[in-house]
């Protein structure tokens, strides 16, 4: 268990992070967020006014007790952005910086293993100005895999590079990160990113913590409409609840004229403020025929306001008949476009099924 | 030809850069560390040899070391001689004119490693002393080597400050530049021809060296692509 | 490099060797325009089997600041005297010295120079109204004795102010001489003894400019053994007042004057 806690006036920080060992977490959050201070301070980079930063057992920090341990002694590895490579240095010595503590004799062997781990092994003689971006990339995480870290913090790893090498090179740390079974803590802006690498998810917005849990799970059900924001959700609408049912953990929730039910919402209080939110992909067409509608869950008339062809999929902006004065989005196969019939203007019925509304909290 | 002259002009040299390249090194990578309210004072007061005539820093340098001087005065109880008009003297004031040639190019050059860098040597878990000898002074070579030969052209071409705190004494504080000054005076143009000559040639040697051992370094980061 | 090599090297680079360890001969500080005549004199010197004086030479306001900062001198000749009694009222003077030469200014014109020598003065003055003077050489008055006395002859002569846009100033007596040959100055007013000198005195005509045109600048040398010098000093001091010296130093364009002390 990494425990952090952290406050700061400039750049604002109060926090108190919890993070599982031996897995990856991901620190999500927009830019300024505090997500990269948040990382320094746990490298010991940044110092803020008050910080309390365990590793396990060890304290790294403690500025009640006046406990700081220089980021020299903080067995950690850590890759920012732009990789901070040694310039004079060849790869193989660059990684070989981390094993100072070996004899000399040693160090060879244990960082040429490293680099192997990292899949840039025979690169090894070069200089950094003689290398790609990627390759750049795979060095940094050799040398910050090099010491055995018990944590590995990593800065935007991949923003410096292109989609397609970035997508390998998710495979090859998902593997990488499988065999370390160290803790490594990823501070990302690309949910993306975060859902293929991380087992867990911190959101950060102005230096707080927001939401912690697994990915899985926060990315399905936000609790709160910050976490709902910051996870890019569209379709947050203010509503209100008007029934609710205990045993069966279903509730009426009123939009517009419309009351819509809920499966799996917590009990709610009536009157109390309330947002609901369903995904894009999670709204259905219900199809002209109209078969088996009855299992499909809340049925909705809807007119096509606006209509965006992105590479995979539209996304199809909705006005609800009856609803609130919200708009819905929705994202349909292009495919489903033209056999649909869907245009702007079109008048169409759609399904959202009580299982996929998420209710949020202010 | 006075050979005594130009021996006595390099071993000045010598002696000046042996002083000055290590404290420039501390001095130029504390200021390019730091952050302190005044700073831009002491900056200031570094670059002041630049702007002062030399004339003026040698008679301001002779009565802070002259007889009348308490640093003077010390030096004399202790040694026996006196600290103006000596090699010492000469040795003393070159040190703190050639200060800004030496301080300048190596702060630059400290500042110019990244703090990216800087941290990854911490975070390779180099210490202080690590991260200076295989990081940081490699990386601020060139700054280091720049300044060993502006304080090493400019010693040998000083001449005002050697003249007041010096005072021309033959053997022990004749400079080169100083000898052919006086030859030109003496209406000794061969002599002083020959030794400017001489100057010329050794200064361009250092200068021409100096800079092929840089060209090396720099050419290991520029792309072979 | 082999360890006693690099040791060999250092210890030729070590400053504290020290050249004084035997007396190699006093030190002497001189006026700058004494520089020809002293050279003579002290290889005369030499030749009795003395230690050779060092001499260095410089401005005599500049010799006498740094004597005052403790510059390790044994006989200071000034070309002005008041620095002589400014130094003995500090108490770094064995006395107020003696007379050493009275010095003479003269006026030279270098032989490709469209001005004549020879006719002194007045054919300066005669020059200047048919506009043939372009630039005119003179050590700087405001420290050089040789440049007060030069002021005073110009003014003496009515020649001030029509010259002084004309006029470049020396540094020194040296450099003032070095423009009338190099400088394209068509004419200049130097120590006599610098136009007597071997580097000069094939290069151009002089002629002498009376005392008595200058007479508040009298260009009196005049020489101090200084505190702690040197017992050598005074034989050379003895010396340099020999009839044999005075007999070179008239040769050179000193004189002295019975009427002065």
Same mark, same amino acid.
């Given at each position: 268990m990494i425990e952090v806690s952290l406050n700061h006036d400039a750049p604002p920080l109060d926090l108190d992070l919890k993070i599982k060992s031996n897995q990856t977490t991901a620190l999500v959050g927009p830019s300024g967020s505090g997500k990269t201070s948040i990382l320094r301070a746990i490298a010991g980079l940044l110092k803020t006014q008050r910080s309390c930063i365990k590793v396990d057992k060890t304290i790294w920090s403690d500025s009640d007790q006046g406990v700081w341990r220089a980021t020299a002694n903080r067995t950690l590895g850590y890759v920012c952005q732009n990789y901070a490579l040694f310039p004079h240095l060849t790869a193989l010595q660059n990684v070989e910086s981390a094993l100072l503590h070996l004899p000399e004799s040693e160090r060879r062997k244990q960082a040429m293993e490293s680099l192997e781990k990292a899949c840039i092994a025979g690169l090894e003689d070069r200089l950094p100005a003689n290398l790609s971006g990627g390759q750049r990339q795979r060095v940094a995480m050799a040398r910050a895999i090099a010491r055995r870290p018990s944590v590995l913090l990593l800065d935007e790893p991949f923003s410096a590079l292109d989609?397609?090498?970035?997508?390998? %090179?998710?495979? *090859? $740390?998902?593997? %990488?990160?499988? *065999? $370390?079974?160290?803790?490594?803590?990823?501070?990302?802006?690309?949910?993306?990113?975060?859902?293929?690498l991380a087992e867990h998810l911190c959101l950060i917005h102005h230096g707080r913590q927001v939401q912690y849990g697994t990915t899985n799970e926060m990315l399905r059900r936000p609790t709160s409409v910050e976490a709902a924001q910051l996870l890019d959700f569209k379709n947050i609408i203010r509503t209100s609840c008007t029934a609710s049912n205990r045993e069966t953990s279903n509730s009426q929730i009123q939009w517009g004229d419309l009351l819509l039910e809920v499966e799996n919402a917590p009990t709610l209080s009536p009157n109390s403020p309330l947002f609901w939110t369903v995904r894009p992909s999670d709204v259905t067409l219900v199809r002209a025929d109209g078969k088996n509608t009855s299992e499909l869950g809340n049925l909705l008339h809807a007119i096509v306001d606006e209509l965006v062809l992105l590479r995979e999929w539209a996304v199809v902006t909705l006005k609800v008949v009856n609803g609130g004065p919200e708009r819905l989005q929705m994202q349909l196969r292009p495919?489903?476009?033209?056999?649909?019939?869907?245009?702007?203007?079109?008048?169409?019925?759609?399904?959202?099924?009580?299982?996929?509304i998420i209710i949020l909290d202010e | 030809m006075d050979i005594t002259a130009i021996t006595l002009s390099v071993k000045l040299a010598f002696w000046t850069l042996l002083?000055?390249?290590?404290?420039?090194?501390?001095?130029?990578?504390?200021?390019?560390?730091?952050?302190?309210?005044?700073?831009?004072?002491?900056?200031?007061?570094?670059?002041?040899?630049?702007?002062?005539?030399?004339t003026v820093v040698g008679y301001y340098l002779l009565v802070s070391m002259g007889s009348h001087s308490p640093l003077g005065r010390f030096f004399e109880q202790l040694l026996g001689s006196t600290l103006a008009f000596s090699f010492e003297g000469l040795v003393a004031a070159s040190i703190l004119v050639n200060i800004p040639f030496a301080v300048l190019p190596v702060q630059r050059s400290f500042e110019s490693v990244s703090r990216d860098v800087r941290e990854a040597a911490q975070c390779c878990g180099m210490s202080t002393w690590q991260a200076l000898r295989r990081i940081e002074l490699p990386l601020a070579w060139p700054g280091i080597l720049s300044a060993t030969v502006l304080t090493f052209g400019h010693t040998l071409g000083e001449f005002g400050v050697v003249l007041m705190v010096g005072g021309n004494i033959p053997g022990e504080t004749r400079t080169v530049s100083i000898a052919i000054y006086d030859r030109i005076q003496a209406f000794d143009q061969t002599a002083a021809g020959q030794m400017a000559l001489m100057l010329l040639l050794l200064s361009l040697v250092t200068v021409g060296v100096s800079y092929v051992l840089a060209e090396k370094w720099l050419h290991r980061f520029r792309s072979q692509h | 490099m082999r360890n006693h090599h690099l040791l060999f090297f250092l210890l030729l680079l070590f400053p504290g060797a020290n050249l004084y360890a035997e007396h190699q001969g006093i030190m002497v500080a001189s006026a700058s325009n004494l520089r020809f005549v002293m050279d003579e004199i002290t290889a005369r010197y030499t030749r009795s089997g003395a230690p050779a004086p060092r001499v260095i030479y410089g401005s005599s306001g500049n010799l006498a600041v740094q004597i005052e900062h403790g510059a390790p001198f044994d006989l200071f000749i000034s070309a002005d005297q008041d620095y002589i009694y400014r130094l003995k009222e500090q108490q770094l003077?064995?006395?107020?010295?003696?007379?050493?030469?009275?010095?003479?200014?003269?006026?030279?014109?270098?032989?490709?120079?469209?001005?004549?020598?020879?006719?002194?003065?007045?054919?300066?003055?005669?020059a200047l109204n048919d506009g043939k003077v372009k630039k005119f050489a003179i050590p700087n008055p405001n420290h050089a004795p040789y440049g007060r006395a030069?002021?005073?002859?110009?003014?003496?002569?009515?020649?001030?102010?029509?010259?002084?846009?004309?006029?470049?100033?020396?540094?020194?007596?040296?450099?003032?001489?070095?423009?009338?040959?190099?400088?394209?100055?068509?004419?200049?007013?130097i120590p006599l003894t610098l136009v007597l000198s071997p580097g000069l005195n094939q290069l151009g005509q002089y002629q002498v400019i009376p005392v008595t045109q200058h007479i508040k600048e009298p260009l009196i040398h005049r020489m101090v053994i200084l505190k702690d010098a040197h017992p050598a000093t005074e034989q050379f001091v003895r010396y340099l007042q020999s009839d044999t010296i005075r007999d070179l130093l008239v040769g050179n364009g000193f004189i002295f004057n019975p009427q002065l002390p």
């Open positions: 989609r397609s090498t970035a997508k390998r %090179l998710y495979i *090859e $740390l998902n593997q %990488l990160f499988l *065999e $370390l079974h160290t803790t490594v803590i990823l501070v990302t802006h690309d949910l993306d990113e975060a859902a293929q495919s489903a476009l033209s056999r649909h019939q869907v245009r702007i203007g079109a008048k169409i019925q759609i399904a959202i099924h009580p299982s996929v | 002083f000055l390249v290590p404290l420039s090194i501390g001095v130029g990578r504390w200021l390019a560390r730091t952050t302190f309210r005044g700073k831009l004072w002491i900056e200031a007061l570094i670059a002041l040899p630049l702007v002062l005539p030399p | 003077t064995n006395g107020e010295g003696v007379l050493f030469a009275q010095g003479q200014l003269a006026l030279f014109t270098h032989h490709n120079s469209p001005l004549v020598a020879e006719e002194g003065l007045d054919g300066i003055d005669q030069a002021k005073q002859a110009l003014e003496a002569a009515g020649l001030w102010q029509r010259i002084q846009p004309k006029l470049v100033l020396g540094e020194n007596a040296s450099q003032a001489a070095q423009f009338t040959f190099q400088g394209g100055a068509a004419a200049g007013l």
